[in-house]
């Protein structure tokens, strides 16, 4: 049984870009969990979504009032799937704060945007990328080589990094790679930034035009190292021009 959402401890990472702040948070789970279209693993997203969604709430945030009473009690808030499984918040019959999931290793991770972007979050652990993982298809050079730079050589390491900046990128767009292919979105050098790194993001191709809103500006992705894995957050705002 998922614990108590006050026991779990949401950290906040500054706005990226001037977008954000974002909130996130981790959650043991059996493996496996988010897979399949079933209600296992719905404990464990529920008290990551209430406690996240306590933790915003806290802020007083003006863009999100209609979903607080006069208590600041948590209020009943719902978790909606698009069309493609982007997921977003529904307080009552308001749309909400974008939220996304991600699972890795028996942990279920959450994040949710205090602001009106759009979220995409991936955890990826360096042991998907064992043996003959086709990088070169997935990759581009310059982005592979860059990677490589930043984990010391360690090529599964860089696998883990990109695929995780990349699949973040797809679910803050809300199409994940049903539309996208990985190779249509481009990794730029990165600076580094609070024990983290902070990646442009590039569309091109057939995802360009399914997207023109990103064109002439870049995606931005904040990148965390977490033991054998990254966990990279995307933040998209489609009303910025």
Known sequence: MAQ????????????????GPVFYASLSCAAGTLKGRGTSGAGERH????????????????????????SRAVPPVQVVVGPLGRPHLL????????????????TLWAALCGDESDIGID??????FHGEYPVHRVFHPQE?????RLTDGDLEKA????WSVKEAVVKALGCAFH???PRQISVYPSAGENGGVTFPVGLSGKALERFPIA??????????PRRKMWFSIALFNRQQG
């Open 4 to 19: 108590d959402h006050r026991e779990i401890t949401v950290h906040t990472m500054s706005p990226v870009h001037g977008r």
């Open 47 to 70: 008290c990551l979504v209430c406690a996240l969604w306590a933790h915003l709430a806290a802020m007083e945030s003006p863009l999100w009032e209609h979903g607080q009473s006069s």
């Open 91 to 106: 307080l009552g019959d308001v749309r909400g704060p974008s939220i996304s999931f991600s699972e890795e290793g028996g």
């Open 123 to 128: 955890a990826a652990g360096t042991d998907e």
């Open 144 to 148: 592979l080589q860059h990677a490589l």
């Open 159 to 162: 696998s883990a990094l990109l």
């Open 179 to 181: 539309l996208v292919d």
């Open 215 to 224: 064109a002439g500006r870049s995606l931005w992705v904040r990148s965390l």
